[in-house]
C-alpha cells in the first residue's frame, strides 16, 4: 500500500517493520509453547484461541475427542488458520495499533505438523511452517466502518516475502 504513508506516524511504523524484518532476515520465528493457549471447541469440528495477540484456529473433517489418539487428530486433521499472531520484538509502535503477519491464504494445512497430543491433558503441540506475504496494521475502528475505507493513517502493510515458524501449544477445550 504506497498511499498508507499520510502521516508521520505511519512512516515510523513503517520504517520500524522493516528494520525488523532486515535484522530476522524475513523470518518470523514464534515459540507458544511456554504456556499453553486455550482452543475453545465450536461447531464439532473446529477449535479457536483467541487470547491476546493470538487468534488462531484449527479445523478437523471429523469430531475429535479429548480421548482421540495423535494418529486420529493428524488424519481428521483439515485446516490451521493464522488469523492474529504477535510479532515479537517490533518495538515502538503505539499500542493503540495491531500489528500482525498475514498468510496469502485464509486457511491451510500443507506445512502444519501435528507433534504430540495428551489425552489426560488434552495439550495438543504443533509445529507451522508457513508464509507470510506481509505484515499488516490498523487501529480498530470503534464502531467499525461498513461499506468504506478506514481513515488515513490508520492502517499500513509492508509486503515481503516472510517465511514463518510457529510453535503451538494448544489446550484443547472440548465442549459438554
Not at 522493516?18 to 523470518?27: A, D, P, V
Amino acid at each position: 500500500m504506497a498511499d498508507e504513508q499520510n502521516t508521520p506516524e505511519v512512516a515510523a511504523i513503517v520504517s520500524r517493520i522493516e528494520s525488523w524484518l532486515n535484522t530476522h532476515q524475513n523470518r518470523l520465528e514464534l515459540d507458544l509453547t511456554n504456556e499453553s493457549i486455550p482452543f475453545e471447541q465450536h461447531s464439532g469440528t473446529l477449535f479457536t484461541a483467541n487470547q491476546g495477540q493470538v487468534s488462531v484456529t484449527l479445523g478437523f473433517n471429523d469430531g475429535v475427542t479429548k480421548d482421540s489418539s495423535i494418529e486420529q487428530l493428524r488424519s481428521k486433521f483439515n485446516f490451521i488458520a493464522l488469523d492474529r499472531l504477535p510479532v515479537p520484538g517490533l518495538d515502538g509502535v503505539p499500542s493503540k495499533w495491531q500489528i500482525y503477519p498475514q498468510t496469502p491464504v485464509s486457511s491451510f494445512s500443507e506445512g502444519v505438523t501435528l507433534e504430540q497430543y495428551n489425552s489426560n491433558t488434552q495439550i495438543l503441540q504443533l509445529t507451522v511452517e508457513t508464509k507470510f506475504f506481509a505484515i499488516y496494521g490498523n487501529i480498530p475502528q470503534v464502531p467499525q466502518i461498513a461499506c468504506g475505507s478506514a481513515p488515513k493513517g490508520t492502517y499500513l502493510q509492508v509486503r515481503r516475502d516472510i517465511q514463518g515458524i510457529i510453535k503451538l501449544k494448544a489446550k484443547l477445550v472440548f465442549s459438554a
